[in-house]
């Protein structure tokens, strides 16, 4: 006797009611399969999350091999839609200006495609550098140029951050304290007690010239000539290459602090301790005029044509800044006796803050430094438009200022800051070096890369200061690998 007909879904009778229309074998009829899928897709979407997942993987469970694999193959579709591949490039690269760099450099990982697209995305890799401080130039077209330029930055601001970016190096030569010194285009002259200047290559540590000279307090070089101020209160003007003393300039009746000259203008300007500053002929060694108006010592003399106009000069104007312990004064350069101030800044109305002994001026902003932080005045304006208070300010002294970082220092660490943040992001130790009132006895050597690094300004000299052993230490940039 044969067994009783069963349903094929379910194995009951064969009369069952829910699959009552359903044919053998998964067979439906097409009309009735929509009707049920309409049924099924209306009450689906009703459900709550928890129970559309619970649905799912019922189903799933029910689900033999050709149904896993077409809902493996679909879900790849649905899920992992490649948007870079399938949008215009220019769409593409629109949205990838929304992602922080480090994302963009994941992303890169994710499949070649995505590499080639993301490193050719000229704008975003521009960005991403200004970020860390990088001049962008605009010039440069080749599409994976800043890409490698962002990891070059990157690998930098750690190397800072690390301290690793910096190496050092000393200059040995002098016999006795070295009082003076004096940074350009990759040479420093320094000026010692021992009655001589020096010239050496940075980067060989090689002695170029070396000539006897008085004793240096300030000096000053180009190509063809050294100038030197003294303690013996003159200024003094000697030829490298043969050694000899072209001119003498004689009147101070101080020692001559700083010096500073111009060829084109045929004048040099220097700052005494006898509170005066004279303007000579640098040619004929003529005091041409002598300014009276500083009441201390004045340590730091400049001598720069106006970028920049106001009431009291245009652009193209030559101008000279004094500096004492107290105020900078503003000078028009000229021949006429008895020359006026043009105006004096100052940080205090009562003198109660003194000013340290560097002084800063490109034709367009000035800056100094006081034990409450950094200042930047306006030259068209004369107004502050800057105070940055430095942390332990009474202990940091500014070494130079630029668009994007400055560089300080104390008696224990060379400092980076970020001035977009104010932030100090790198720092280097310094030895004991020789300290300086006036600020002769150490300076800032390259000074481009305070702007934003480039890829190629972050090179040669960083700082460099005498040593109680009469050597100059030097601090370098290491090259970026």
Known sequence: MSAPARCYYCSRDALCNGHQGILPHGHMERKDFNAWLETLSSTFITLTETQKNETLDHLISLSGAVQLRHLSNNLETLLKRDFLKLLPLELGFYLLKWLD????????????????????????????????????????????????????????????????????????????????????????????????AKLWDVCTGQ???????HT???????????????????????????GTKTQNFRGHTGAVFSVDYNDELDTLV??????????????????????????????????????????????????????DKYEIKVWPIGREVNCKCLKTLAVSNDRSICLQPRLQFDGKHI?????????????????????????????????????????LFDSHYLYIMDLRTEKLVGRWPLPAYRKSKRGSSFLAGETAWLNGLNGTNDAGLVFATSMPDHSIHMVLWKENG
């Open 101 to 196: 760099p480090s994302t963009l450099l994941n992303c890169c990982s994710v499949s070649k495609q995505w590499n080639k697209v993301i490193s050719a995305c000229t704008e975003v890799w521009q960005e991403a550098c200004r970020s860390l401080g990088w001049q962008i130039d605009e010039t440069i077209q080749d599409t994976l140029h800043w890409k490698k330029i962002y990891l070059k930055a990157v690998r930098r601001i750690k190397q800072l951050q690390d301290k690793e970016a910096f190496e050092t190096s000393s200059l040995i030569g002098h016999s006795a304290r070295v009082y003076a010194l004096y940074y350009k285009d990759g040479l420093l002259c320094t000026g010692s007690d021992d009655l001589s």
């Open 367 to 407: 800056v100094c430094a006081s034990d409450l932080g950094l200042y930047q005045w306006d030259f068209a304006s004369y107004d502050i438009i800057r105070v940055i208070r430095t942390p332990d300010s009474t202990n940091l002294s500014l070494l130079s200022l630029g668009e994007v970082f400055a560089l």
């Open 270 to 323: 220097s700052g005494s301790a006898d509170f005066t500053v004279k303007v000579w002929s640098l040619s004929t060694g003529i005091c041409l005029n002598t300014l009276t108006e500083h009441t201390e010592w004045v340590t730091k003399v400049v001598l720069q044509v106006s970028q920049v106009e106001s009431v009291m000069h245009n652009p193209g104007d030559y101008i000279l800044l004094s500096a």
């Open 216 to 242: 240096c307090a300030t000096v000053k070089f180009d190509e063809q000539k050294l100038v030197t101020g003294s303690f013996d209160n003159t200024v003094a003007c000697w030829d490298w290459s043969s």
């Open 207 to 213: 002695c170029i010239y070396g000539i006897q000279t």
